[in-house]
């Protein structure tokens, strides 16, 4: 089964602060994608990458950064966490670039900016 | 922008009843549709895949998809009160996949 490993499930963070959170899939995927979920929104895509040292933005990047040092490992990174960055954030990882039958999201990590 | 649009309910059904849920989408162009479950707390898990126009069965599932309206809709017959979460209609248009806001879905007992 592929596995996708969200390290931080709850985290609280103060105005400003740097946050990352981090994200680990097993199964050698190339695709690697950052979304976050909103209520009644849906989910909304910030990130991806198609390969290592690859990034591309997606709906919503301002305010984000990632890094892809290695394949299995995708970081998403809040430069000042501001409040409306509340949120619950979901990594996914894609045997192909983009086909909603490959795609396997982790458990997500909620974040709290007070 | 893509749009893909879905009521947010709750809907809410007796046990043993159909429960219907719908997704329209703005994009005539889109080729794919997708639905997933989310129990709460937990992350999205794909439940049906639709190509093309027409029903797709699978167990208690009936995914109908209506290329010319611009619909995609989930059929679960038979539910159960496990069925209660929030469905994810989610469209791929060229190498973009949208997901609708999610319909939460109360099975009563």
């Known amino acids: 089964d592929v596995k996708v490993t969200q390290s931080s499930r709850y985290l609280v963070k103060r105005t400003g602060e740097k946050v990352f959170l981090e994200c680990v899939q097993d199964?050698?995927?190339?695709?690697m994608f950052w979304y976050r979920q909103d209520p009644g929104l849906g989910l909304r895509l910030i990130y991806f990458?198609?390969?290592?040292?690859?990034?591309e933005k997606g709906d919503i990047p301002e305010g984000y950064s990632v890094s892809r040092e290695k394949k299995e490992r995708f970081s998403l990174i809040l430069e000042s966490a501001s409040t409306n960055q509340t949120s619950m954030y979901l990594c996914a990882s894609s045997l192909y670039r983009v086909h909603g039958n490959t795609i396997y999201f982790g458990e997500g990590s909620w974040l709290t900016v007070v | 922008q893509k749009e893909v649009e879905q009521n947010s309910g709750p809907l809410s059904v007796p046990e043993g009843a159909i429960a219907s849920l719908n997704c329209t989408y703005s994009d005539r162009v889109s080729q794919s549709f997708f639905w997933y479950r989310q129990y709460s707390g937990k992350s999205p898990e794909l439940i049906m895949s639709i190509y093309s126009n027409g029903d797709k069965e699978d167990g208690r599932f009936t995914a109908q998809l209506n290329k010319a309206s611009q619909y995609v809709s989930l059929l679960i017959r038979d539910s159960q009160p496990s069925d209660s979460a929030t469905y994810l209609c989610a469209v791929r248009t060229g190498n973009m996949l949208t997901f609708g806001g999610g319909t939460r879905l109360m099975v009563k007992p």
């Open positions: 199964m050698d995927h190339e695709n």
């Open positions: 990458s198609y390969d290592v040292k690859m990034k």
